[in-house]
């Protein structure tokens, strides 16, 4: 297992089964993965890292986490002026996912040197995975098979252990903007309970609440400030049986949990919050919308669509970061369209037909992949691909820039090989469908405008 370290840029790769990876740090304090190929040949990577980072003093340095099988690697960094660097190394059950044994490396350098400091943890510490306060200087490690996390607050320095009530599945730090005195509450869940809780103390063993035991089936922190939301307000559904389900809400202190007013039941696994809108889908009569929509905290009031495609079935929001919804709607088999909303969340119009998107058993265990990308950076720019026709096995890929008014299709790279040009022939790229299949998804960030990796 090796570590690549220049001073842009952090490359890990894992050298076992054949197979390379590439991980950085996302927003929720979490890791994502990054298949970039099949890559038994280090050296050969290696190689391809300097050709591409190398330039007037930029060295990539190699290092070898030695003397373990394990197979997967988190890497993070965090972040200016801080040259500390954490790294945990994971051997996996092949079966379950969950780890077998992890290690914890940390550099104060950048990566120049590592060292692994395990010990410092304790005795039979196993980490599943780690978690990063909102201001990014603290650090809680998970243990799920012990009950316990490991915190630190100073960088990696010094560690705390505590154990905790239930299996720390899950931990969750709000992702806005909060005050500093607090900054330090954090979400738990332990999935197989279905069981919330909360902290103000970052996580320390007397001072988890529960805010429900059992049949929790979905959870948010608020995503906006007062006067709609305290800043500690979280929602969450509660399944009722009997396929329903209810809306709750807390904030700190915690002590009391109510009932969102006005709302009343709706089908289980339906509630989503993102910024002003929450939605919920609830029993619909024919030719009327199952989806309800609370805007900035108001009342739900029922969605309207133009009624031009089948029945919606389930639903997916895919951005609302520019005061309006775009939404993909899965019809049928056959159908999954893409819709735009007012300012309200409430009333959408057809954008784009015959997006490419799951399979219907995906969309009902709630984790569908649909094929849209919004460009980060670049304000009412959207990537999507589409089948060209019902029933095709051929598809395009299609972009607007100005928030799905109009959508063309790409034209293929200059200088290419190959005989394709429009309006006959067009670019396709690999969107979210096909990550099982393989294949890393369109990425864009902010602050690299108008550059997009496919």
Not at 107 to 123: A, F, H, P, V, Y
Not at 287 to 298: K, T
Not at 360 to 367: E, K, L, P
Not at 375 to 392: F, K, M, P, Q
Request: net charge negative; hydrophobic share 35%; glycine share 8%.
């Amino acid at each position: 297992m090796l570590l690549y370290a220049t001073s842009l840029l952090l490359f890990a790769a894992v050298a076992n089964h054949g197979s390379c990876s590439i991980y950085g740090s996302t927003e929720d304090g979490r890791v994502q993965a990054v298949t970039v190929g099949q890559s038994s040949d280090t050296p050969t990577l290696a190689k391809r890292l300097r050709r591409q980072t190398d330039g007037p003093g930029v060295v990539v340095k190699r290092n070898y986490l030695g003397g373990s099988t394990h197979d997967q690697i988190l890497v993070h960094w965090v972040g200016h002026p801080s040259q500390v660097l954490f790294v945990l190394t994971r051997r996996r059950d092949p079966a379950t996912g969950r780890s077998l044994e992890s290690w914890l490396w940390r550099s104060s350098d950048n990566g120049n040197m590592i060292q692994n400091e395990t010990s410092k943890l304790g005795d039979n510490a196993l980490i599943e995975w780690y978690y990063i306060s909102p201001d990014g200087s603290k650090l809680i490690f998970t243990d799920i098979i012990h009950h316990a996390l490991h915190i630190t607050t100073d960088e990696g320095h010094t560690y705390t252990r505590h154990e905790v009530p239930f299996v720390p599945d899950k931990l969750v730090f709000q992702k806005q903007t909060i005050p500093n005195s607090q900054s330090d509450v954090v979400l738990g869940y332990d999935s197989s309970a279905q069981s919330l809780y909360v902290s103000q103390t970052l996580g320390k063993t007397s001072s988890w609440i529960a805010l429900h035991i059992g049949n929790v089936t979905r959870y948010f922190w608020r995503e906006l400030g007062p006067p709609y939301d305290n800043y500690t307000t979280v929602y969450f559904e509660v399944d009722l049986g009997n396929n329903t389900a209810v809306l709750k809400r807390s904030s700190s202190p915690f002590q009391e949990v109510e009932d969102f007013p006005q709302l009343g039941t709706f089908l289980p696994n339906s509630f989503y919050l993102t910024l002003q809108y929450m939605f919920v889908r609830r029993h619909a009569t024919i030719g009327s919308s199952p989806l309800w929509v609370s805007f900035r905290r108001g009342p739900f009031q029922q969605a309207l669509f133009p009624g031009l495609l089948p029945p919606e079935m389930y639903y997916m929001v895919v951005d609302a970061s520019k005061d309006q919804v775009f939404m993909v709607v899965y019809h049928n088999a056959n159908t999954s369209s893409l819709y735009v909303s007012d300012e309200t969340g409430r009333i959408y119009s057809l954008s784009l037909e015959r997006v490419v998107s799951s399979d219907v058993s995906i969309w009902m265990a709630g984790d569908p992949k649909v094929d849209v990308h919004p460009v980060e950076g670049l304000h009412g720019t959207y990537l999507a691909n589409i089948v060209d026709s019902e029933n095709s096995s051929f598809g395009s890929t299609v972009i607007t820039f100005n928030k799905g008014g109009a959508w063309q299709r790409l034209a293929p790279p200059t200088g290419s090989s190959t005989t394709c040009s429009m309006p006959n022939c067009s670019l396709h790229l690999r969107m979210n469908s096909d990550v099982v299949n393989g294949y890393q998804s369109i990425l864009s960030q902010d602050s690299a405008i108008g550059l997009i990796m496919a």
